[in-house]
């Protein structure tokens, strides 16, 4: 089966300027996640959806990160304005199962921002 | 914040057994323990998951102490491919990933 696709792979923006991350879960996957990856640290959680719902954003700094996963399948984070310190990997990642039970998570490739 | 201790890194001998171990002294009784790799520039990979039983699959092994406190993974015979970073976590209600720094395993021909 086709894995989790992202896009772009790679985008260099200015400090203040405006990027968007689109993700394509794996078909049938109910539940979407968004990570983000700082070099040299784990990923870290930023929102949860569970079809078109969030479940979880309370590692989603609002004042410039928002989400959206309508009609329940693609999803895009954007981020406005963007900070030095959002240079980090984004990750997205997929799961079959309800949002309260425990299953395997797939991830994508990862899309790399560099702030300048 | 991770509730998992593991080493920094380790190394191993392209063909050994590579066993990597994790500290969870604070693990519930309802949480599971899963492991994760990352191997450079991709996305994160489940490895496999147990609650009290020794687990096996057919990419690695988990041992969980009867005390649910330490885990090991055991890679059979490491291949230079398994070079990459290793997760422990310790899964939270709602199915919550957190995760630490994780060991960077390096194998070695």
């Known amino acids: 089966e086709a894995g989790v696709a992202q896009s772009p792979r790679y985008k260099i923006i200015e400090k203040r300027q405006s990027v968007a991350f689109w993700c394509n879960p794996i078909?049938?996957?109910?539940?979407l996640y968004w990570y983000q990856q700082i070099l040299g640290q784990g990923p870290k959680l930023l929102i949860q959806f569970q079809n078109n719902g969030v479940v979880d954003d309370s590692q989603l700094p609002k004042d410039r990160f928002s989400a959206e996963r309508l009609k329940g399948v693609d999803s895009t984070l954007k981020i406005q304005p963007a900070k030095l310190e959002d240079s980090a990997v984004y990750l997205c990642?997929?799961?079959?199962?309800?949002?309260?039970?425990?299953?395997?998570?797939?991830f994508g490739p990862g899309t790399r921002l560099t702030v300048l | 914040d991770a509730k998992t201790t593991q080493p920094t890194s380790m190394d191993c001998a392209e063909g050994r057994a590579a066993n990597l171990p994790c500290n969870h002294s604070?693990?519930?009784?309802?949480?599971?323990v899963y492991w994760y790799r990352q191997i450079h520039s991709q996305g994160p990979q489940y490895i496999i998951h147990g609650l009290k039983n020794n687990e096996t699959n057919e990419m690695a092994s988990l041992i969980i102490t009867e005390d649910r406190k330490s885990s090991t993974l055991i890679l059979p015979h490491a291949t230079l491919r398994d070079t990459a970073v290793y997760y422990c976590i310790v899964m939270e209600y709602g199915n919550k990933l957190v995760f630490g720094a994780g060991t960077i395993l390096r194998v070695k021909s």
């Open positions: 990642a997929s799961s079959s199962r309800g949002a309260l039970s425990i299953n395997e998570q797939f």
């Open positions: 078909s049938g996957h109910a539940t």
């Open positions: 604070t693990i519930s009784g309802n949480e599971y």
